[in-house]
């Protein structure tokens, strides 16, 4: 069964270093998303990306954030100069085109900031 | 009111137990909703989109009703591989974003 994977599984920066966090989503979708998850805390939107853009993003993507879609498979989150309460889950997920909304999460990169 | 609701829990219930949960959102314009799990340290894993007839699936039963804005989902015959967080997802709009609750957490016990 094709899966979204997330590499690294875990990463430890210094505060104020930039991180880039890498998803290679299922092949056939054209929806991929980041999410982030505080430890304890709920599941948070981050942003969505469609056709090699941004189609929606929440308050707390900033500009210390941002994501490309360097080539044909790779999905990647970068944040530029981390701080202690970026800490936390980041997670991937992509979806289909059209009405089938399921979007499958990738296993997620663990990210402590210190 | 925040946009999604869940009781944390925990719900410790026997093997074999019926057990339910509710959410409730703020949106009226919500469009979609579903339910995902999430074992611990894990990723959300899609149990069952919710639809306005509701849906069944095996052990598994979800509802769905706008006018008091809310969604449930019902478990039958509890098993221990059911233990996890249960979570609330909704989608309003036309848009991409999706509101996750802050989940409920079910430990079957033996």
């Known amino acids: 069964e094709p899966e979204v994977t997330q590499t690294p599984s875990h990463q430890v920066t210094q505060m104020g270093q930039e991180v880039i966090l890498r998803c290679v989503p299922i092949?056939?979708?054209?929806?991929f998303y980041w999410y982030r998850q505080i430890l304890g805390q709920k599941v948070e939107f981050l942003v969505s990306?469609?056709?090699?853009?941004?189609?929606?993003k929440s308050e707390i993507f900033d500009d210390q954030f941002s994501v490309e879609r360097p080539d044909g498979s790779n999905f990647t989150l970068k944040i530029r100069s981390t701080k202690l309460e970026d800490s936390a889950m980041y997670f991937c997920?992509?979806?289909?085109?059209?009405?089938?909304?399921?979007?499958?999460f990738g296993p997620g990169t663990r990210l402590l900031v210190l | 009111r925040k946009e999604v609701e869940q009781d944390p829990g925990p719900f410790n219930v026997p093997e074999g137990a019926t057990v339910a949960f509710n959410c409730t959102y703020s949106?009226?314009?919500?469009?979609?909703f579903f339910w995902y799990r999430q074992d611990c340290r894990k990723e959300p894993k899609l149990l069952m989109s919710?639809?306005?007839s509701g849906n069944e699936d095996g052990r598994f039963t979800a509802q769905l009703n706008r006018a008091s804005q809310y969604i449930s989902l019902l478990i039958r015959d509890s098993k221990l591989s059911d233990s996890a967080t249960y979570l609330c997802?909704?989608?309003?709009?036309?848009?991409?974003?999706?509101?996750f609750g802050t989940g409920t957490k079910l430990q079957v016990i033996p």
């Open positions: 997802v909704v989608r309003s709009g036309g848009y991409q974003k999706v509101t």
């Open positions: 997920a992509s979806r289909e085109i059209g009405l089938q909304e399921t979007q499958y």
């Open positions: 092949s056939n979708h054209l929806y």
């Open positions: 949106n009226s314009a919500s469009q979609s």
């Open positions: 919710v639809y306005s």
């Open positions: 990306f469609y056709n090699n853009e941004i189609s929606e």
